[in-house]
């Protein structure tokens, strides 16, 4: 997850984090030589340490997309059990780059390593953007980032816009970014409706989520509601965690052995398992609601064929 802050001791959130097995926490030392020292949980990229400021966006992302389930405490997550990278501090493209440079390093050294080492990220997300610009607007960089991502076999989802736009028009980042191994989100209510104050784009918005008045995890271990594109984007990235948690042993082999193509196959299972919405047919490229039941159907299907 990039986001500007978390909550890494919210009590069902601290279960479900991510942990760098290739360093020693506390001994000041840069174990796994990455360059960035005590990075047990992940980095914040402004101070170069695993010190994360205290945000409530971050928080109720995580919420979703992995708070424990059943566990007796408040709120489950798309993913009952997941670990979850904490990335943070974004406040330009360069930031953002580093971020995910950070990312994509780990998921290569596990390819590389045969999984010795790094960690086995399958999406990102982010519930971030820059209204009203484009990537020849000095955003190449990002926008080619998910290339490299998806080419080590990581789907990114990223956040429309919330605002009642035509993207295709007016412009967003990411949202505009054209990158196979990149999934855009608009957002959805409990009526099955787009969110007036959501995105569109017929070329560049993908899908929408079910966003509107999340119940997720809150500052002070408490718990809260959260609406936006921000809270329909970590529904769809953990689904494609979600995907690779299901029994089917053909799909992990392929992750393996060709990760870009595992995650273009998982990115269409997403796209093609969701459910046909008529408020959005003709402003979205699917015209489709997320729909995990719809996903994970595809995939078992297609299971041994992988």
Request: charged residues 20%; proline residues 3%; negative net charge.
């Amino acid at each position: 997850v990039l986001d500007s802050g978390f909550d890494p001791v919210h009590e069902d959130i601290a279960p479900n984090l991510w942990t760098n097995k290739g360093e020693i926490p506390g001994d000041g030392i840069d174990n796994d030589n990455n360059g960035y020292v005590d990075d047990v949980k992940g980095l914040n990229t402004g101070t170069n340490t695993d010190n994360h400021d205290l945000d409530s966006h971050g928080l109720k992302v995580s919420g979703i997309l992995g708070a424990r389930g059943n566990n007796g405490k408040g709120v489950s997550g798309v993913n009952w059990t997941s670990q979850i990278m904490l990335v943070s501090y974004i406040p330009s493209d360069f930031y953002v780059l580093k971020g995910l440079k950070y990312v994509l390093d780990q998921r290569r050294k596990y390819n590389q390593t045969n999984g010795k080492e790094g960690a086995f990220v399958v999406s990102v997300n982010n519930s971030f953007g820059i209204s009203n610009e484009f990537p020849k607007d000095g955003h190449e960089m990002w926008c080619n980032m998910y290339d490299s991502l998806g080419m080590e076999g990581i789907i990114s989802v990223g956040a429309t816009t919330n605002s009642n736009k035509d993207v295709d028009l007016v412009g967003d980042i990411p949202s505009t970014c054209t990158s196979e191994y990149l999934i855009v989100v608009t957002n959805t209510d409990k009526n099955d409706k787009k969110i007036t104050n959501a995105g569109f784009g017929k070329k560049s918005v993908d899908i929408g989520s079910p966003g509107e008045g999340t119940f997720t995890v809150g500052l002070n271990n408490g718990y809260t509601t959260f609406s936006g594109t921000s809270a329909a984007t970590p529904h769809v990235a953990s689904a494609v965690g979600l995907l690779y948690s299901t029994a089917c042993c053909s799909l992990i082999d392929q992750a393996k052995t060709n990760p870009a193509a595992t995650a273009i196959k998982v990115r269409d299972y997403i796209l093609n398992g969701a459910s046909v919405n008529n408020s959005l047919k003709g402003i979205t490229t699917k015209e489709a609601r997320l729909d995990l039941m719809g996903a994970v159907t595809k995939l078992v299907a297609e299971c041994g064929n992988v």
